[in-house]
């Protein structure tokens, strides 16, 4: 009797570790480990990206519809989510709606970008190199007086350097928006200078020693080295310089000096009652096309640049 009594206690123990292991397996399945996720875990996190990236996606996949869709459609209840007919000719049209000062606004655009591009990376980059290669007094409190100044806000210098302008006799040119960006940004210098000190100071040493100079060590070795870096810096500068709107709002005043995004701005004062919002959202589509793809062609080099500046010191 004792001997059945084993025989079915032990059959139940081994039904319930299978029962337990099997839970287990499925529970792994479901939800993963601490290194792997499980089946359903995925499908939760994924609909969930999916789901913020269609509604970030949104805003931009309407401006696009709208802006290949006749007028009548852009007004419709219920909204029209695809345009029929497709209107290809709402790009052209929407050059000619102020007439020939879109070029000349391009022009001033891509000047002021690249000159903010060209000197916010190589000025930035030259400040961030002497914070992390150069040791001189007083380097750690004049890298925090920099840093300080992040906290500024713009609507607080902006009076101040309008005065400068002014009494330079600079306003209404373009010499505000593409001079300052050759002294450098706090932001971008902190960028550089945390990327810089991951580099061996051994190159510096041994560059030294064959008789490199300062300026040779900074061009032959630490700025190839760097190219993550300074990409992500310039693709910042690029995005920010090619959208920027508040400081040429306030420096210029001719039409022949505006930049892409003051004739954005006045896009709308040609039309008279209706406002060809078709037309406009075409213009918004083209002035949006250089920063997709300077984001598209430096993906690498920028993501890249993220990790390494925000993951080491």
Request: proline content about 6%.
């Given at each position: 009797?004792?001997?059945?009594?084993?025989?079915?206690?032990?059959?139940?123990?081994?039904?319930?570790?299978?029962?337990?292991?099997?839970?287990?397996?499925?529970?792994?399945?479901?939800?993963g480990?601490?290194?792997?996720?499980g089946?359903l875990?995925?499908?939760?996190?994924?609909?969930?990206l999916?789901?913020?990236?269609?509604?970030f996606?949104l805003?931009?996949?309407w401006?696009?519809?709208?802006?290949?869709?006749?007028l009548?459609?852009?007004?419709?209840?219920?909204?029209?989510w695809?345009?029929?007919?497709?209107?290809?000719?709402?790009?052209?049209?929407?050059?000619?709606v102020?007439?020939?000062?879109?070029?000349l606004?391009?022009?001033?655009?891509?000047?002021?970008?690249?000159?903010?591009v060209?000197?916010?990376?190589?000025?930035?980059?030259?400040?961030?190199?002497?914070?992390?290669?150069?040791?001189?007094p007083?380097?750690?409190a004049?890298?925090?007086?920099?840093?300080?100044?992040?906290?500024?806000?713009f609507?607080?210098?902006?009076?101040?350097q309008?005065?400068?302008?002014y009494?330079?006799?600079?306003?209404?040119?373009?010499?505000?928006?593409?001079?300052?960006p050759?002294?450098?940004?706090a932001?971008?210098?902190?960028?550089?200078?945390?990327f810089?000190l991951?580099l061996?100071?051994?190159?510096?040493?041994?560059?030294?020693?064959?008789?490199a100079?300062?300026?040779?060590i900074?061009?032959r070795?630490?700025?190839?080295?760097?190219?993550?870096?300074?990409a992500?810096?310039?693709?910042f500068?690029f995005v920010?310089?090619?959208?920027?709107?508040?400081?040429?709002?306030?420096?210029i005043?001719?039409e022949?000096?505006?930049?892409?995004?003051?004739?954005?701005?006045?896009?709308?004062?040609?039309?008279?009652?209706?406002i060809?919002?078709?037309?406009?959202?075409?213009?918004?589509?083209?002035?949006?096309?250089?920063c997709?793809?300077?984001?598209?062609?430096?993906?690498?080099?920028f993501?890249?640049?993220?990790?390494?500046?925000g993951?080491?010191r």
């Amino acid at each position: 009797m004792d001997v059945v009594l084993q025989k079915e206690v032990k059959g139940a123990r081994r039904r319930a570790n299978a029962f337990a292991s099997l839970r287990r397996r499925a529970y792994i399945v479901l939800w993963g480990t601490a290194h792997r996720m499980g089946l359903l875990k995925k499908v939760l996190v994924y609909s969930m990206l999916i789901t913020l990236a269609a509604a970030f996606a949104l805003p931009l996949y309407w401006m696009i519809s709208t802006a290949l869709k006749p007028l009548d459609q852009v007004y419709s209840i219920p909204p029209q989510w695809f345009p029929n007919p497709i209107m290809w000719s709402n790009f052209p049209n929407a050059l000619k709606v102020r007439g020939a000062p879109v070029l000349l606004c391009a022009w001033n655009t891509i000047q002021y970008t690249a000159s903010g591009v060209l000197g916010t990376t190589l000025s930035s980059a030259l400040v961030a190199y002497a914070f992390a290669r150069l040791d001189f007094p007083g380097k750690n409190a004049l890298f925090m007086l920099i840093l300080s100044t992040l906290m500024i806000p713009f609507a607080v210098v902006m009076v101040p350097q309008f005065i400068i302008w002014y009494r330079l006799g600079w306003l209404d040119t373009l010499k505000p928006l593409m001079i300052p960006p050759w002294f450098g940004g706090a932001f971008n210098i902190f960028l550089l200078r945390q990327f810089f000190l991951t580099l061996p100071k051994d190159y510096d040493e041994a560059a030294l020693i064959d008789g490199a100079s300062r300026w040779g060590i900074f061009w032959r070795i630490i700025v190839p080295l760097s190219k993550p870096a300074l990409a992500t810096v310039a693709v910042f500068a690029f995005v920010y310089y090619w959208n920027d709107f508040l400081a040429p709002l306030i420096i210029i005043s001719s039409e022949e000096n505006f930049v892409l995004t003051l004739y954005l701005a006045n896009f709308k004062l040609p039309f008279i009652g209706q406002i060809g919002w078709n037309l406009y959202m075409a213009a918004a589509t083209m002035f949006l096309v250089p920063c997709l793809l300077v984001f598209f062609f430096a993906q690498k080099l920028f993501v890249r640049g993220i990790v390494i500046t925000g993951l080491k010191r």
